[in-house]
């Protein structure tokens, strides 16, 4: 295009100023080419003659069209140069508030000195994974680009941050790191990417500082690189460190500071671990007060200092070393505050030995004080005979205790990235890294020097890398298209490199006079302008001698020679470094001692990390000069960049006040010159900087095609045949394979044809469109003035139909209105005279009844004033008589007194006291002495008659035996019935005192149970109480709210209870993935280490028979009483307190008693009949036989009475266990009904039993007797052989009884001496042994009545603490609001009927498992009893019937199904293989939905129905173990998934029908009913299959989004549902090869119809498999939710699809998904309700934005999002034509303004990884097990139909 058609009338250009650097105009006139002057207008409408000359002043630079402006990729531009660059950043920045922007391969990030909400977890999802380009600019879109292309092309990538001090480096550096450690953390527990982040603390406090520009400025260069393994996780990292600025350390300028390091520590100076370091402020401190500002605003150092020890800790350095540390950071401090006294002479000087500073220094360091005051003021001269000593001047001493300062520090500095690189070591073989290059800046300064000049020189390096790879991309971009092209001059700044680092270059001719013994910088200036002064960048300062210029790549550069050699030598005296090297410390002493491959001193050392050791050199070349080593060290550098692919971000400073959001256009011209910026500007628009893709091409460009060529199929040939057409010139464009390439300036010609195009097409549609819209006003006006005519007329004839139905009406309403006044008017009279009648009538009345009235009261006054007057009569005297008695009465008493007073003091008195008593003692000494003397006499007489009653006792045996024959025994029976009444006596005696103690007993116990009414009444009082304040206070908060507040707590319930269902199902979801990783360690631990040999694994069976919760029961449980006891104590007192099984078990017990008695009274019976057979004959002595069923009673009867005692005690343990448990429980008054019920059933059986007992007893003394007679016989008989006898029955019991018998009377000798046969003894023991008892139960009675009285006492003391708190409750109540009452009171309650669930539940469930139990017992007995019949009735018929002759055949009757499956244990692995392991959805399509659940439970049924408890726990353990085996390996298959987690739920819900729970029955059938669990509670498993069913869920969710992820963002956002819909606008971003995935056609892409039917699919599958409708809902607006995060994330990150027409799009899309949702019946899911962000931001894409009306209906329509996330839309928002306008920067804060009162969260994205809380609901099965069918596929013939 020639310049006459480019420079027209209205065609707007940049011309250059000095304030704004470039400024905007418009040519008012057009140009012809040749004219010497532009006619330009200026903004604020200012006319101006823009001189144009050939050479001097060139033709101004065109500016871009306004649809252009605000590009993501500056080279998308169709003019590239300065002005266009400049101003697309500065409307980025300031009006979009965009930090970043692409610039080709560059990442151009500004500095917005504002933190901003763009860099949290949920942003790095957005990007991961997302093409570079895709999204709006970021630094993670760079770092996703350096990873993803490490991954995908294997080859090391870097990442190379550059800027100037302030600019942002250290941050974007920081950002980058944290991308990788979000993406690529560790597989293993390392922690290493957090390691890799704990790393910057320390690094920022050690190396960066305080400077006029930066408040947190990087002082040395870092190069980092992140190891990845083959997995691409990070294992590990290394640090390269460049030219630390040691200088900083003694010097700062003014209002900069000294590293941040010293000034934490100095903050942290008073903690108890650092007093020891003798530090305080840091203003006392000469290294750190030179700035003369210690302080940074908003920030805390002694917070940050926290952080860095934190740090050093996350990387593992020890305590010890960290105080180390500090110890040689505090010694740097001190050792500047040594003051250096010059002498007199000048020459020499000296430190003063009290010098505390010094003292502190020796002392943290550990070296010797005296050696190091010497050598700070003196140096050695070494020559080649002799070594001299020489004293140092005040300035060279300070000098070097500078030097040495510096040196400290950077050997410390050095240490510690030593130490973090060795924590950060990988700990396994490294694949690949990103480095990550965090370098300064280009620096030009007032004055420059040697740091600058190895900044610069660094610079240089880069910026000759980066040219050379941007033009390596370029070309290689167009020979991917197979375009020609030519060779692209480009700057190349190797001469400048050259005149640096060449030989005899600047640095070699300063390493040389380094070396001279006297060399200076001003000899080095001379000879660098003797060698250099010819180079064309090199130049001489006019006037300076001792400077010189450098023309740099981004200007020129004047650097002070001053300094140099200093610098580039590092002096340090060896003498100091010495005393260093010795001292005690270890960690000081290896700082400076030589390592293995390092040179010795390492003071010239500038923190570079050597790749491989080099070998020891010689001494003349141990000290290499700084330059030298940062040469080196660059070399290094470049060499790792040239061998990985770098990616670049360069980082401006908009502005030097920090000021947010502010932008300096000289500043950031200066910045991007310096930083290539601009190169690459002018690199891409040297050759073909705008690139289109065929198919965008025709979208955008089809306006100017005619209609033939839109309908051939060649796209490629339709945009070929168009170009040629509209652009003449070949050279300006190239068709390349994918891409239409066009040379700058081409695109803005197409737009302007495009707009044309438009214009006059908009004017042939408002020509048509105003005609049409007259001739529809015309219609209008006609159809008006018709319709007003005809309403008029009719208006008029209505008005006179009105007037005669009105004339009328009047005459009627006055007829009726006289009637009515004339009518009132006699009742008013009327009513008048009655009333004037009846209050006559009751005033007469009241005067009468008033006067009689006043006389009755008249009369009662006078009667009580009487009355009154007498008794005070009466008093009076009364009172005075009384006092008269007590008068005289007391005179007596005193007179009394008195005398009794004289009596005692006389001395008589006292002696005859004394005489009665002294009587008294000597009577009782003689009654003593007599007693005694008695006492022996009787002794003497009872040995006598002992002797005499021997004698006497013979004879009378003799006499016996004589006597025997004629008397059997009858006066010693007398002598025992008499011996028995007196015993009887005393029984009574002892029960009559028992019976007082009861009495006693029960009178305190009625006093107790009144006191305890009295309480509970009391308490009952307070809950009345309690409850009217309760209906009070709600009452009063229900009239003080209205409805909307009851709705809104409703919905605040909800909200908390879907947050802790949500929160549950966190835990779930991490519990899951936390077992998954268990099991892939455990997996991969199995795979690693194999050992040799035969290991054993533990079985399962002993961990499952632990675990069951249903212990079998033996019969042999059902009569013990011990079992009884425990039974209560697992029960609970109140259940057993109403389980009537225990007594049932007593009193069964009570009847074996009763059937022991019965045996006992008939073998009493026996031996009575045989005494009475054998008496008349004569017996032989006693027999074996008779002695053996003796002993047998005798063994009985013992065991009875143990058994006895055994009974009692366990009733006692079971009282006093009762007891205690009613004492523990207060919670409800049925509990002590239940108690005292139990314990007169207790009562009543101990009565029953005491019976039972005495009825023993008499038997026992029938035994004693009938023995006693037997005995007697045998006696008389011994001489007679025993003739007829019979044989025991059972001989072997009575020997046995016989032995022990005997062995009972070996051990009681002491009573069988009273005669022979023992008969007085027996009885005796007999009644001894029944007063025992008696005493025991009285025992027993007392104490079970002190146990009732201590557990009354319990109670009362629990019901008096139930009564404070519930007054202290009722008080703090008192002092809430009305709302807080009723809050609190609803919680309260809500508590109580918690507590109350529970306590029932437990009851219920207890009660449930004994009746199950009893259930059992009682089947087995019924088992039992129809065995014993059967068998008997087999013996009986066997016995009856004669013998068969045939053989007959029984037929079994063919029982019903009953619906459950029997199986061996030993298939319970076919089983589960079968139904789960290797079960396809496909077996069991054509079958009853979820078939597995369904056989499963059947198999549980019949293991329930056999009471197998074993059985049911291990086929659920593994039925759940095998579940979970098939998810993981099956994790990514939806189907699989979904069909398991219908089979879970159903098994879940089938579980709950047939438990038994009223609660899930309420819709079964009655078969189902039967059906039912009988033995075991499942309630356990249950809730473990309820997790199962969640995790399953949440991995379900997971493998959806899995799937239609990719789907989402091309099919709602890129695919045109509304066909010719969608403008595609200037394309942003050129795409580079490398970050495509695919191939020419790009990302695959997808449609809403693929999405909708991918929905679709999902639904069908989840319905196929039977997944409950609620489940599947729950589903679909978990995927919905997906949908819209991914959605609007991506609209909130991409500026290409923020548009008008995207907005229609993206309505039209949601629109299909309510349908869809619609149409499957899943609206009610609120599913749609997701979708409502999605939709608002579509709605705010198509408004109008201009007035203030526009955004109060933006704020009222934008309910759903985020003030944050409605900003960033309108500054996304772009424009794809002429006719549309930005949204202005007013109207955005109009916006903020508007919605800043809202309380939105600070996150601008959404949560793609939120989920909601699922609910399972309870869902039965109409299904009947019993109609059932299994089909023969699935190879289940070991089952049987029960």
Same mark, same amino acid.
């Given at each position: ?478 020979? %991917? ?67 010189? +210029? ?9 650097? *002070? ?250 005459? +009627?309403?006055?007829? *009726? ?468 006898? %019979? ?8 020997? %046995? ?373 609620? +489940? ?130 600070? *996150? ?39």
């Amino acid at each position: 295009m020639s310049v006459n058609e480019l420079y027209t009338k209205y065609t707007r250009v940049w011309i250059p100023d000095p304030d704004d650097v470039w400024k905007a105009a418009e040519i008012t006139r057009d140009y012809k080419e040749g004219e010497a002057v532009l006619h330009l207008k200026l903004e604020d409408e200012t006319p101006l003659e823009y001189p144009v000359g050939p050479k001097s002043n060139p033709l101004p630079f065109l500016r871009n069209p306004d649809i252009l402006v605000g590009e993501n990729d500056l080279t998308a531009l169709s003019y590239l140069h300065e002005p266009a660059v400049l101003h697309n950043l500065r409307v980025r920045f300031l009006e979009s508030n965009h930090i970043y922007t692409y610039c080709g391969i560059v990442l151009v990030a500004i500095n917005p000195y504002e933190q901003l909400q763009i860099y949290g977890e949920e942003v790095i999802n957005a990007y991961s994974g997302q093409n570079m380009g895709d999204m709006d600019p970021h630094i993670f879109a760079v770092a996703e680009e350096a990873y993803k292309q490490m991954a995908r092309d294997e080859r090391n990538q870097s990442i190379i941050v550059s800027g100037e001090s302030g600019a942002g480096k250290t941050v974007s550096a920081k950002y980058a790191m944290r991308f990788f450690a979000t993406v690529g953390g560790s597989a293993n527990d390392t922690n290493v990417e957090e390691k890799v982040l704990a790393s910057s603390p320390i690094m920022e406090a050690i190396g960066n500082a305080k400077t006029t520009r930066n408040d947190n400025s990087s002082r040395f260069g870092k190069y980092i690189q992140i190891g990845f393994s083959r997995r691409y996780h990070i294992i590990g990292a290394n640090m390269r460190t460049y030219l630390l600025e040691k200088s900083r350390v003694v010097f700062q300028a003014e209002d900069e500071r000294n590293y941040h390091i010293f000034y934490q520590l100095c903050a942290s100076a008073s903690l108890p671990e650092f007093r020891e370091l003798g530090l305080t402020s840091a203003e006392d401190f000469t290294f750190t007060s030179l700035g003369e500002n210690i302080f940074i605003e908003g920030v805390n150092d002694a917070d940050d200092f926290i952080k860095t020890r934190e740090a050093f800790t996350l990387l593992g350095i020890k305590e010890s070393s960290q105080s180390s540390v500090f110890k040689v950071v505090a010694s740097i401090l001190h050792l500047g505050n040594i003051e250096i006294c010059s002498e007199r002479d000048g020459e020499s000087c000296h430190i003063s030995r009290d010098d505390v500073h010094l003292q502190h220094f020796c002392r943290l360091l550990g070296v010797e004080l005296q050696q190091m005051e010497h050598w700070l003021c003196h140096r050695k001269l070494a020559t080649t005979s002799e070594t001299y000593v020489k004293n140092m001047s005040s300035k060279q001493a300070s000098n070097a205790r500078d030097a040495l300062a510096k040196h400290i520090y950077a050997r410390m500095f050095d240490w510690i990235v030593e130490h973090i690189n060795m924590s950060l070591q990988a700990s396994s073989k490294q694949h690949s890294f990103i480095g990550v290059l965090d370098i300064y800046g280009f620096e030009t300064f007032e004055v420059n020097s040697f740091e600058q000049f190895c900044i610069n020189y660094a610079n240089e390096k880069l910026q000759q890398q980066f040219n050379s790879h941007v033009f390596k991309l370029e070309q290689e971009e167009y020979m %991917k298209e197979q375009i020609p092209w030519t060779l692209i001059d480009f700057y190349d700044n190797q001469p400048c490199i050259d005149l640096i680092e060449a030989k005899l270059g600047i640095l070699d001719l300063l390493d040389e006079e380094c070396k001279v013994p006297k060399g200076t910088d001003q000899n080095w200036a001379q000879k660098l302008y003797k060698q250099h002064s010819s180079s064309a960048h090199f130049q001489k300062p006019r006037m300076s001698n001792v400077s010189f +210029i450098i023309i740099h790549f981004a200007d020129k550069v004047e650097y *002070q020679c001053e300094g140099f050699l200093e610098k580039n030598r590092d002096t340090v005296y060896e003498e100091q470094i010495n005393i260093l090297k010795a001292s005690q410390f270890q960690l000081v002493a290896d700082l400076f001692n030589d390592k293995d491959g390092v040179p010795s001193s390492k003071s010239s050392r500038v923190n570079v990390r050597a790749a491989k050791p080099t070998p020891k050199t010689p001494n003349r070349e141990h000290r290499k000069t700084v330059g030298h080593q940062f040469r080196s060290s660059l070399h290094l550098l470049m060499e790792t960049l040239n061998a990985t692919t770098p990616h670049y971000v360069r980082c401006i400073k908009p502005n030097d006040v920090k000021e947010a959001f502010s932008f300096d256009s000289s500043r950031a011209v200066q910045q991007l010159r310096a930083c290539g910026v601009l190169e690459t500007i002018r690199i891409s628009a040297a050759g073909y900087p705008s690139r289109w893709t065929y198919p965008d091409f025709f979208s955008r460009y089809r306006v100017l095609l005619k209609k033939s060529d839109m309908m051939s199929a060649d796209k490629k040939q339709v945009c070929r045949n168009l170009l040629e057409t509209l652009i003449k010139e070949p050279d300006m464009y190239q068709f390349g394979k994918t891409k239409i390439f066009f040379r700058a300036g081409q695109v803005a010609y197409l737009e302007k044809i495009r707009a044309d195009k438009f214009r006059s097409a908009c004017i042939k549609i408002q020509k048509t469109v105003r005609g049409w819209l007259q001739r529809v006003r015309y219609r209008k006006i006609r159809k008006s003035a018709i319709t007003l005519q005809r309403y008029g007329r009719g208006y008029l004839a209505r008005r006179y139909a009105e007037f005669l139905r009105l004339s009328r009406a009047a005459l +009627i309403c006055q007829k *009726q209105y006289r009637m009515v006044r004339d009518r009132r008017a006699f009742l008013r009279v009327r009513q008048a005279v009655v009333t004037i009648q009846a209050h006559t009538r009751g005033m007469f009345t009241r005067r009468i009844y008033w006067e009689f009235l006043m006389h009755h009261k008249a009369m009662i006054i006078q009667k009580s004033v009487r009355g009154w007057l007498q008794r005070k009569k009466f008093r009076r005297a009364r009172a005075a008589a009384i006092i008269i008695q007590c008068a005289y009465r007391r005179r007596l008493a005193k007179r009394r007194l008195q005398q009794l007073k004289i009596e005692a003091r006389s001395a008589q008195h006292l002696k005859k006291l004394n005489t009665g008593m002294e009587n008294k003692i000597v009577q009782l000494q003689r009654k003593m002495d007599d007693q005694s003397k008695e006492l022996k006499s009787q002794n003497e007489q009872l040995q006598q008659v002992n002797v005499t009653l021997g004698s006497e006792v013979n004879k009378l045996q003799k006499q016996l035996e004589q006597a025997r024959g004629q008397q059997a025994g009858g006066g010693q029976l007398t002598s025992l019935q008499e011996e028995l009444e007196r015993l009887r006596e005393e029984l009574q005696e002892a029960e009559a005192r028992n019976k007082k103690l009861e009495e006693e007993h029960g009178t305190e116990k009625q006093s107790l149970q009144q006191r305890v009414d009295e309480l509970q009444r009391e308490n009952s009082l307070l809950k009345t109480e309690k409850e009217e304040m309760n209906q009070i206070i709600v009452q009063l908060s229900k009239s003080s709210e209205d409805g909307s507040s009851v709705s809104q707590k409703e919905a605040t319930l909800q909200k908390e209870l879907d947050q802790e269902r949500q929160r549950y199902q966190n835990l779930l979801k991490e519990f899951s993935r936390l077992e998954q990783r268990y099991d892939n360690l455990k997996e991969e631990v199995s795979l690693n280490k194999f050992h040799p040999g035969h290991r054993r694994n533990p079985s399962n069976v002993s961990s499952l028979e632990s675990d069951s919760n249903y212990p079998s029961i033996s019969t042999s449980e059902v009569g013990d009483t011990e079992d009884s006891i425990q039974l209560v104590e697992e029960m609970g007192v109140e259940k057993a307190a109403m389980d009537i099984s225990l007594f049932m078990k007593l009193q069964k017990r009570v009847r074996e008693l009763e059937t022991e008695r019965k045996r006992l009274q008939a073998s009493v019976d026996k031996m009575e009949e045989l005494a009475k057979r054998k008496g008349s004959e004569s017996r032989s002595p006693t027999s074996e036989t008779e002695t053996a069923d003796l002993a047998y009673d005798s063994l009985k009867r013992q065991e009875l009475e143990t058994e006895n005692k055994k009974l009692k005690n366990d009733l006692n343990e079971l009282r006093k266990t009762i007891s205690e448990r009613a004492s523990q429980n207060n919670s409800s008054n049925e509990l002590q009904d239940g108690y005292n019920l139990l314990l007169s059933q207790l009562k009543a059986a101990n009565e029953e039993l005491d019976a039972r007992k005495e009825e023993v007893l008499i038997l026992r003394t029938q035994i004693v007797s009938t023995a006693e007679q037997q005995k007697n016989n045998h006696i008389e008989s011994e001489n007679v052989p025993e003739l007829n006898s %019979k044989e025991p029955i059972d001989k072997e019991e009575a020997a %046995k009884a016989y032995h022990g018998l005997t062995e009972s009377k070996n051990t009681q000798q002491d009573w069988c001496h009273l005669n022979e046969d023992g008969e007085l003894g027996l009885a005796y023991q007999g009644l001894k042994q029944v007063a025992r008892l008696l005493e025991a139960q009285l025992q027993t009675q007392s104490r079970q009545h002190k146990d009732e009285l201590e557990a009354l006492h319990t109670q009362i003391e629990l019901l008096r603490d139930d009564i404070e708190k519930k007054q202290e409750i009722l008080n703090y109540m008192s002092s809430l609001s009305p709302e807080a009452k009723v809050e609190y009171s609803v919680q309260q309650e809500i508590t109580r009927l918690t507590n109350d669930n529970l306590d029932l539940k437990e009851l219920v469930e207890k009660l449930e498992k004994n009746e199950r139990k009893l259930k059992k017992q009682l089947r087995i007995y019924m088992k039992k009893v129809q065995e014993l019949e059967a068998s008997m009735a087999a013996a009986q018929s066997s016995r009856s019937k004669p013998e068969l002759i045939r053989q007959v055949t029984v037929q079994r009757k063919e029982k019903d199904f009953e619906g459950m499956l029997e199986y061996n244990k030993e298939d319970e692995a076919l089983l589960l293989k079968a139904l789960i392991t290797d079960m396809r959805p496909s077996t069991v399509s054509a079958t009853v939905p979820c078939l597995p659940a369904y056989i499963l439970f059947m198999c549980i049924r019949h293991a329930d129905y056999i009471n197998d408890d074993q059985k049911v726990e291990a086929l659920l353990t593994s039925t759940i173990n095998s579940i979970k085996k098939v998810l993981k390996k099956n994790n990514d298959d939806f189907e699989m998934t979904s069909f398991w987690l219908a089979n879970t739920s159903r098994l879940l819900h089938c579980l709950k029908q047939y438990s038994g729970d009223e609660a899930f029955m309420t819709q079964n059938t009655s078969k189902q009913n039967e059906h039912c669990l009988k033995n075991f509670d499942l309630a356990e498993y249950r809730q473990v299959l309820s997790d199962l069913s969640i995790q399953i869920y949440q991995q379900l969710i997971k493998v959806a989004e899995g799937i239609i992820q990719p789907m989402i963002v091309s099919a709602m956002l890129e695919s045109e549902s509304i066909p010719s819909l969608a403008g595609v606008k200037p394309m942003g971003y050129r795409n580079r090869s490398s970050s495509m995935d695919t191939d020419a056609g790009g990302p695959s892409s997808y449609t809403l119809e693929a999405l909708i039917r991918q929905l679709g699919q999902f639904h069908g599958i989840m319905g196929q498999h039977g997944l409950d409708p609620e +489940i599947a809902g729950q589903v679909v607006r978990q995927l919905f939710h997906c949908i819209n995060a991914i959605t609007l994330n991506n609209l909130l990150l991409r500026k290409d699809v923020c548009s008008w027409s995207t907005g229609m799009q993206l309505r039209y899309n949601t629109s299909q998904m309510e349908e869809w949702l619609r149409a499957n019946n899943l609206y009610q899911s609120n599913a749609a309700a997701t979708l409502e962000p999605i939709i608002q931001a579509a709605q705010l894409l198509q408004v109008k934005k201009k007035t203030t009306q526009d955004a109060e209906a933006i704020c009222s329509l934008c309910t759903s999002l985020t003030t944050q996330q409605i900003v960033k839309i309108l500054n996304l928002y772009t424009p794809l034509n002429e006719f549309e306008e930005r949204v202005t920067v007013s109207f955005i804060r109009t916006i903020q303004s508007s919605l800043q009162d809202r309380n939105d969260p600070p *996150q601008l994205l959404l949560d793609t990884k939120q989920t909601f809380p699922v609910l399972f609901p309870y869902t039965p099965s109409a299904l009947s097990l019993e109609t059932l069918h299994i089909p023969a596929s699935l190879d289940l013939d070991f089952l049987i139909r029960v």
